[in-house]
């Protein structure tokens, strides 16, 4: 195998280019991602359980079982939401829509 190159596709091909260097960009922002995954859930098991207990002097059980219990009814709420939307308009419509929609989030909670 040494001296052997990657075996390569055209550009017109419908198969998948192999290697790092050739996918370089969507290594990356896998990597951003994961990294951002993450911090946030660093976050929910740290900061949540002191903001829990100090702020609303709850105990760490019932803080995660309250934020484990918004997170799936907020979940399953938009899913249904989003479902009835997709058989309606179609599946593309309705993540671009909700995309441009959650890009606004970020800004108001910087305005205040």
């Known amino acids: 195998m040494h001296g052997r190159k990657p075996p390569r596709h055209n550009p017109g091909s419908a198969g998948a280019v192999l290697g790092l260097r050739q996918n370089l960009a969507q290594f990356m922002l896998l990597v951003a991602v994961n990294a951002l995954v993450g911090g946030t859930l660093g976050q929910e098991r740290t900061v949540l359980p002191l903001l829990a207990s100090q702020t609303f002097h709850l105990d760490l059980y019932t803080s995660a079982l309250t934020y484990i219990l918004a997170f799936g ?24 829509g909700m995309d441009r929609d959650g890009e606004r989030v970020p800004r108001r909670q910087a305005k205040a």
């Open 73 to 96: 009814l907020s979940k399953a709420a938009m899913n249904y939401f989003a479902g009835t939307l997709s058989d309606r308009y179609g599946r593309k419509p309705v993540l671009v």
